[in-house]
């Protein structure tokens, strides 16, 4: 049961695009699946190695911006003589680009921020997404800053007279679920794998885990390629999807929003980014239809984090194995208890 | 030449309301670990009151702050004790979270009682500026220096000379052996946090009359005070007032003579060019990172 | 197990908001984005106010086409992925004919897409990027002007003010840089000399630095485009720092009110630009429209600072309702259409829309007049030069 579990769950939201025929759900659903496929890769870092990284949105957005560019095309002096210039690619080509980029972005950040730990990082992380949004503002040849970058083409794959435009939801909608399949299972292969076990072990004892001789610095660095390189997929994705971008993507609200997934839904667990993930990106969606202030649509949805950080601080999905597991151990209790008193007439 | 002077002059005000934040928060992030995102909210908490106390309940201005200070401990202290006592073992993660929550709800609730309009609260002191040779400031701003130096110097005391500071520092070099010696933890907790608060909230109340009040004036001032900590190395009061006049420097200078849309990023810069080449921070003593 | 548990919770969410959102048909709905939480919250509630002063009189006097109109306003939290998400709702879910928004350009430019997506027309009431109504979007109609139009609105004073010398404070976004860019060309353009272009983002509260460049620039106008609160601190700040420049604040996002409110004496000898002057409103193109919405907006006890930005939003809406009168259904293409031939007595002036932009895809855009005060001893004043 549990090994098809996931398969049927994938299989039923395919169905969606068919009898949702409404486009506003459609398109919450995409953008929440968009986020959770950026939570899935923060869960890595999160998570898994247990560092507390505040700053993933610079990953989703610089993924963003590289996809954006690559397919607009651009031109900038680095230097008063120096032009640097690349005609428009198809977007395909972008998104790869884009994934290449941010991991090798990844691979840097890494090597560099492990250098601490703890609530420095926290801070590090911070201040490197901060970073990352000023030059995206500041640098208007390249970013068109505040201005935005708009127009950007969406996804058109083909063969020859074979072409799928990923312009319309529905056939978005797909893309996004092939990508989710794709990132979480990356995602529960090297969690699974002996990279994933060290991962594990670092995050529990970070010194014990190097007097075993586990490289730690390595397996930490590994999982943030591999983390950005999945946030960053994620940008490009939502920059062909709502196909402009601005600074704005590197609000810290995104990365409390993720973190807020990744957390409320259990960090850690594989399943706990897309039930957190479902929760809080449906949530204010279901806020702003019931007739309260804005306002108190926000007040709600601190309430609403709080209480579920304070009652189920492991997140929901481990309470949710543990009350199955209580359960199934009371039914066989009851089942014994049973047959036992069937023996005895 | 005398550009220099008034930005060495803007360098040196601004430096002391830094590190008003600054300790405020190296007290709850440098020694409780508590990654306070309500840091800024109480700054703007203390700002409504003198708003409130002075331009509403025309209470005298220098009293109101008095008022304001305590109103901002009191509110610490609640969001102590009703949110963070039940997670002082918990991760760092999961505290985080219900700091954000906060964060999320005052915000909200200040939009709600006062709209999002600016207000502006008037200052008893005279509008045209102190001038100074070729550079001026304003009469306010000197206040809010010398106020801030003052609680600088109080905090410090309480800190190092005084029996609750002793308690303080005990409980978070190491929690169980103060507890064997008779430290009420809890307590202590409580007061630590009530205290950082009550500096934000002072920061806010001070520099309300100076800027504008808006709900989201906290998140650049806690911004700042994240940068000031790290820079001085958490936990350490005369590092976080040299952090924030270091920053102040950075910031002023940084905007004056490189470019001055980059100037909220020098902060940041400065903080990961630190945590890269001395995590430590500037002043804090020796500390194990992981 | 769990996820069954997600995504059976995630259909149940969803279909309990469309319970929630049946509605009647007797009402002709529009739909209204503003950013009422998040970083420009003070000026989305002005002009939503604004919208819903003109939907009160408009349904007292019977409403359009024999039915009450109905604002849908949505909340889009000054954020760009929340602009495309109201959007969806509003023409997704409420089925809205025709969207008033977004305020910022970059709200608006985000929503732009859609528009085209589902061939809905919307009334763009505060943005001045010009790109807006250059893009070839026939679904954009502009009632505000854009920075351009303001620019060159101001020409005919640079000479009149004696300009020589300008410096430029704005805040780091798409209004304030295209307002500096557009004035210091049309400075250029009349031989002035133009200094230093400083910068601020969008939340900062300290201006030191950028003052004490620009004193030491020497120049004898500053222009200055930021919101109101931004600009207060400006001004207070300059005097603090002996800052002796005429201030010329662009943008109409300015609130003179407000200013003299909180910046006191700091104030004085201040100009700014607005698109209605409430102060005025007899120099106004239609007096009796301008006294209509200040009489309203007073009457409901809204903030009088906002009385320069709430008049977008009620325009907007008599520009919808005209359309969709002209138009005889609540048809979206028909409604575009009719955008093009309304004539509308709004607080903006006659409203009208000209063409923009690439042919056979123009966006419209209306053409206001622009005004400029000034505050002496205290109070708003007609310049005198």
Redesign the interface.
């Known amino acids: 049961m549990t090994r098809f579990t996931p398969w049927l769950f994938v299989a039923a939201l395919a169905t969606v695009p068919l009898w949702m025929n409404d486009y506003y759900y459609l398109h919450v659903l995409i953008t929440t699946g968009i986020f959770i496929i950026a939570a899935m890769s923060l869960n890595l870092l999160l998570g898994y190695t247990g560092q507390l990284s505040l700053g993933h949105v610079a990953f989703f957005g610089i993924g963003a911006y590289t996809s954006a560019l690559v397919s607009l095309g651009f031109k900038v002096h680095i230097a008063p003589d120096t032009v640097v210039s690349l005609s428009p690619k198809p977007v395909w080509f972008a998104i790869l680009c884009a994934i290449v980029v941010t991991g090798i972005v990844g691979y840097s950040i890494g090597k560099l921020s492990f250098r601490v730990r703890g609530a420095y990082f926290v801070i590090v992380s911070i201040s490197f997404a901060e970073v990352v949004r000023l030059v995206a503002l500041n640098w208007l040849e390249l970013t068109q800053g505040p201005m935005a970058l708009n127009s950007i083409p969406a996804l058109t794959l083909g063969f020859g007279d074979y072409t799928i435009s990923f312009l319309r939801k529905p056939q978005f909608f797909y893309l996004m679920l092939v990508m989710a399949v794709v990132s979480y299972l990356i995602v529960a292969r090297l969690v699974n794998s002996r990279a994933g076990r060290a991962m594990i072990a670092l995050r529990e004892n970070e010194s014990l885990a190097m007097s075993v001789g586990i490289d730690v610095t390595r397996y930490l660095v590994l999982a943030t390629v591999v983390s950005a390189a999945i946030a960053g997929m994620a940008g490009a994705l939502y920059t062909h999807y709502i196909r402009i971008v601005d600074p704005n993507i590197f609000l810290f609200i995104y990365t409390v929003t993720m973190v807020i997934m990744v957390v409320t839904g259990g960090k850690g667990t594989l399943a706990g980014p897309i039930v957190g993930g479902v929760v809080f990106g449906i949530v204010p969606e279901v806020l702003r239809g019931m007739k309260i202030v804005p306002e108190v649509q926000w007040i709600v949805y601190g309430v609403l984090m709080i209480a579920i950080v304070y009652f189920l601080p492991e997140g929901i999905v481990p309470a949710v194995q543990r009350a199955l597991a209580s359960g199934r151990r009371a039914f066989a209790g009851l089942t014994i208890l049973t047959e036992s008193k069937a023996e005895e007439k | 030449m005398n550009q220099l002077l008034q930005h060495l002059l803007n360098a040196v005000i601004l430096g002391g309301t830094y590190a008003l934040l600054g300790i405020g928060l190296t007290l709850i992030f440098g020694i409780m670990r508590v990654v306070n995102f309500t840091h800024g909210e109480l700054y703007a908490f203390g700002a409504y009151c003198m708003y409130a106390l002075v331009m509403r309940l025309g209470f005298d201005f220098f009293a109101s702050l008095l008022l304001a200070v305590a109103l901002g401990a009191l509110v610490g202290a609640v969001i102590e004790l009703v949110l963070l006592s039940r997670l002082r073992r918990a991760d760092i993660d999961t505290t985080m979270l219900v700091m954000i929550g906060a964060w999320i709800i005052m915000q909200n609730a200040e939009q709600l009682i006062w709209s999002g309009v600016a207000l502006s609260i008037t200052s008893p002191f005279p509008s045209n500026p102190l001038v100074l040779g070729p550079a001026s400031v304003s009469w306010t701003r000197v206040y809010v220096f010398v106020v801030a130096l003052l609680l600088i110097a109080g905090t410090y005391f309480l800190i190092n000379r005084t029996k609750l500071g002793k308690a303080m520092r005990a409980t978070f070099q190491d929690r169980d052996t103060a507890a064997l010696m008779g430290i009420r933890i809890d307590r202590i907790h409580t007061a630590t946090f009530a205290i950082g608060s009550s500096l934000a909230a002072a920061a806010g109340a001070l520099l309300g009359p100076v800027f504008v009040v808006q709900p989201t004036m906290g998140d650049l001032a806690a911004a700042k005070a994240f940068a000031v900590v790290i820079l001085g190395g958490m936990g350490s009061v005369p590092g976080a007032t040299i952090g924030g006049f270091v920053l102040a420097f950075a910031e002023e200078l940084g905007a004056g003579y490189i470019s001055s849309g980059y100037r909220d990023a020098m902060g940041f810069v400065l903080i990961i060019l630190i945590l890269l080449v001395r995590p430590t921070g500037l002043f804090a003593r020796k500390e194990r990172i992981g | ?7 059976l ?2 259909v149940a ?2 279909a ?3 319970l ?2 049946a509605h009647a048909q007797e009402t002709i709905k529009i739909g209204v984005t503003q950013p ?2 998040g ?1 420009f ?2 000026s989305g ?1 002005y002009v939503a106010q604004g919208t819903k002063i003109a939907e009160e009189e408009i349904n007292n006097a019977g409403g359009v086409l024999g039915k009450k109109i109905q604002l849908v306003i ?2 889009n ?1 000054s ?3 929340e602009a ?2 109201t959007v ?2 509003l ?3 409420d089925k809205v004919p025709l969207l008033i928004g977004a305020w910022s ?2 709200l608006t ?2 929503v ?2 859609k528009l085209e ?1 589902y061939k809905v027309p919307m009334i763009v009431e505060t943005s001045s ?1 010009g ?1 807006i109504t250059t ?1 070839g979007n026939p679904y954009v109609f502009r009632i505000s002007p854009t920075s351009e139009m303001e620019a060159k609105a101001f020409q005919p004073l640079v000479k009149q003010m004696g300009i020589k010398k300008a410096d430029f404070l704005n805040t ?3 209004f304030g ?2 307002s500096a860019d557009e004035f210091s060309k049309m400075l250029k353009a009349n031989g002035v000399e133009v200094g230093v272009r ?4 969008p ?4 201006f ?3 003052l ?2 620009i ?2 620039s020497g120049g004898d106008t500053l222009f200055v485009t930021t919101a ?2 931004q600009l ?2 400006i001004l ?1 700040q300059a ?4 800052l002796k420049v005429r201030v010329v604040s662009c943008g109409g996002s300015n609130s003179p009110d ?1 200013i003299i ?6 104030a004085e000898g201040s100009f700014h630009t607005t698109f209605f002057p409430p102060w005025f409103p007899d120099v106004t193109t239609n007096p009796d429209v301008s006294k209509r919405y200040m009489d309203g907006w007073k009457k409901r006890g809204f ?1 009088v ?2 009385l320069t930005e709430g008049y977008r939003g009620y325009d907007a809406v008599y520009v919808a309702v005209a359309a969709i009168k002209a138009a005889g259904k609540a048809d979206p293409e028909a409604i575009r259409k009719a955008l093009w031939d309304v004539q509308v007595k709004g607080v903006y002036g006659n409203i009208h829309f000209n063409k923009q932009g690439p042919a056979g895809k123009e966006s419209g855009q209306n053409v206001p007049t622009v005004y400029l005060v000034a505050v002496k001893d205290g109070k708003v004043q007609k310049p005198q030069f």
């Open positions: 197990m769990k996820m069954l548990v997600g995504s919770a995630l969410a969803l309990g908001t469309s929630s959102g009422l939480t970083a919250a003070a509630n949505e909340d939290k954020n760009p992925t495309v998400t969806e709702k023409i997704g879910q350009s970059t430019l985000a732009m897409p997506e990027s790109k893009s780091n976004n798409d840089i295209g400083e910068t601020m983002d939340a900062a509260t300290d030191s630095a950028q004490a460049k004193k030491a109101v609160e207060t601190l207070k005097k603090e720092q002996q407000q409110a909180q910046a006191g004496a700091a903030n600072g906002g």
